[in-house]
């Protein structure tokens, strides 16, 4: 059985989404055991080989997709260590706020006890919406951690925040949360 750190690496459907490719091959060659699930937007923008190449594990596209008879979001659920969401769009902050699982990302992450982190990314306008604010009000309170968003040139054109942290800066939280070793 593998001792390495197992992290849900949840991607969703942000323009962001091809930094996660990168997110997902450091985190890989750092030690650790990376599962990814993406949302149904996120095939949209990257695809389910890029990251079951970069991870070395299949990749949770779909919650009725399941080849063993327990479904692979319950098993994952339980053993990992850690449940990074990068990038992290204003659908999910909603969905998780308010206990949705309708697709295989958010049920993991409603089944999950551990350590969740978001890395938002999206437009200034919807970061600063005032349901989205309150959201992730409400996730800080229940111990959500977050990285970002950060300030800059935005995918859109527009300057502001809602820029991804950088994949370096998620690297060292998680590092420094969950040592790969
Ligand atoms: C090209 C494109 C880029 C998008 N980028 C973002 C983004 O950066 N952040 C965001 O919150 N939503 C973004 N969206 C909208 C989300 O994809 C949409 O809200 C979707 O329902 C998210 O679903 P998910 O959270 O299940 O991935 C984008 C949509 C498109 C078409």
Same mark, same amino acid.
């Given at each position: 059985m593998?001792?390495?750190?197992?992290i849900i690496l949840g991607v969703t459907g942000g323009i962001a989404a091809y930094k996660s490719a990168d997110l997902c091959s450091k985190l890989t060659a750092?030690?650790?055991?990376?599962?990814?699930? $993406?949302?149904?937007? #996120?095939?949209k923008? $990257?695809?389910?080989?890029?990251f079951q190449t970069l991870s070395r594990n299949p990749v949770i596209c779909s919650l009725w997709d399941v080849p063993e008879w327990k479904p692979e979001h319950i098993e994952l659920s339980a053993n990992a260590h850690l449940l990074?969401?990068?990038?992290?769009?204003?659908?999910?902050?909603?969905?998780?706020?308010?206990?949705?699982?309708?697709?295989?990302?958010?049920?993991?992450?409603?089944?999950?006890?551990?350590?969740?982190?978001?890395?938002?990314?999206?437009?200034?306008? $919807?970061?600063?919406?005032? #349901?989205?604010?309150?959201?992730?009000?409400i996730l800080r309170d229940r111990g959500v951690g977050f990285i970002?968003?950060?300030?800059?040139?935005? #995918?859109?054109?527009?300057?502001?925040?809602?820029? $991804?942290?950088?994949?370096?800066?998620i690297i060292s939280t998680i590092k420094n949360l969950l040592p790969p070793r």
């Amino acid at each position: 059985m593998s001792t390495k750190k197992k992290i849900i690496l949840g991607v969703t459907g942000g323009i962001a989404a091809y930094k996660s490719a990168d997110l997902c091959s450091k985190l890989t060659a750092e030690g650790y055991d990376v599962h990814v699930i $993406m949302t149904f937007s #996120a095939q949209k923008l $990257m695809t389910e080989r890029c990251f079951q190449t970069l991870s070395r594990n299949p990749v949770i596209c779909s919650l009725w997709d399941v080849p063993e008879w327990k479904p692979e979001h319950i098993e994952l659920s339980a053993n990992a260590h850690l449940l990074v969401v990068a990038p992290c769009t204003a659908n999910f902050i909603g969905k998780f706020t308010h206990g949705i699982a309708d697709d295989a990302l958010t049920t993991t992450a409603l089944a999950f006890a551990g350590t969740v982190l978001l890395a938002p990314a999206m437009n200034t306008r $919807m970061w600063n919406a005032t #349901a989205v604010q309150e959201n992730c009000r409400i996730l800080r309170d229940r111990g959500v951690g977050f990285i970002g968003p950060e300030t800059g040139r935005l #995918a859109c054109g527009d300057d502001g925040t809602g820029r $991804m942290s950088e994949v370096s800066t998620i690297i060292s939280t998680i590092k420094n949360l969950l040592p790969p070793r």
